[in-house]
């Protein structure tokens, strides 16, 4: 059929677990052409996940830029699900990375943690990140039960999981102006127990 656009194959690599000190680490990537990538960076991605998150959760999240740095808040409430504090970035020969430090939040208890967007090097193209590192979700607790594992896994962790997979899939389909069909890949990046 002639005109017909053909979805483009996409891996995401993927990973989430629970470490030995009840912290999530979850990460997320692709990897594209560097022909794609051409004025991609972690600010863009940022911009591009807050808008997105917003479309996701069809504005029930609404994600706010503020001097402090940004909060993920419930509908016009005043009520944080997440706080971050002001973006941190580093550059260096492998790449540029955005780091947003976790502050607090209804859904996280305090202690650290940081959401991280990553571009940089590999294999010749050039990979978009997503990492969730040390985050210490309230639902958990502090030694975390099987039961709130469990819960945990079929809500917030999935989530997050789609979420992220939906928003690499869109910024591909964004720059390559063809949607994407997505190949999920796991991967082993960070030993845990895998949620």
């Known amino acids: 059929m002639s005109g017909a656009t053909t979805p483009a194959e996409q891996e995401i690599a993927c990973q989430q677990v629970l470490t030995e ?5 979850s990460i997320q990537w692709m990897t594209i052409s560097q022909s794609l990538a051409a004025g991609v960076s972690p600010d863009l991605l940022l911009d591009r996940y807050l808008s997105f998150i917003r479309r996701f959760t069809r504005s029930l999240v609404r994600p706010q830029v503020t001097a402090g740095g940004v909060e993920f808040r419930v509908l016009w409430l005043p009520v944080s699900l997440i706080s971050f504090m002001a973006p941190v970035r580093q550059r260096d020969e492998q790449g540029e990375s955005l780091s947003l430090v976790i502050r607090g939040g209804a859904l996280v208890r305090t202690g650290g943690g940081d959401l991280s967007f990553l571009v940089g090097k590999d294999n010749g193209g050039v990979r978009l990140t ?4 040390g985050s210490r979700p309230r639902l958990l607790g502090s030694t975390p039960s099987s039961i709130r594992k469990l819960f945990y896994r079929f809500t917030q962790a999935y989530i997050h ?3 992220t997979v939906r928003f690499l899939a869109g910024v591909h389909g964004e720059l390559a102006g063809v949607p994407a069909c997505v190949r999920i890949v796991p991967v082993n990046v960070m030993h845990g127990e895998e949620i």
Not at 130 to 133: G, I, V
Request: no cysteine; net charge positive; charged share 25%.
């Open 161 to 163: 999981r789609v979420a």
């Open 130 to 133: 997503l990492r969730l590192a």
């Open 21 to 25: 000190d009840f912290s999530v680490f």
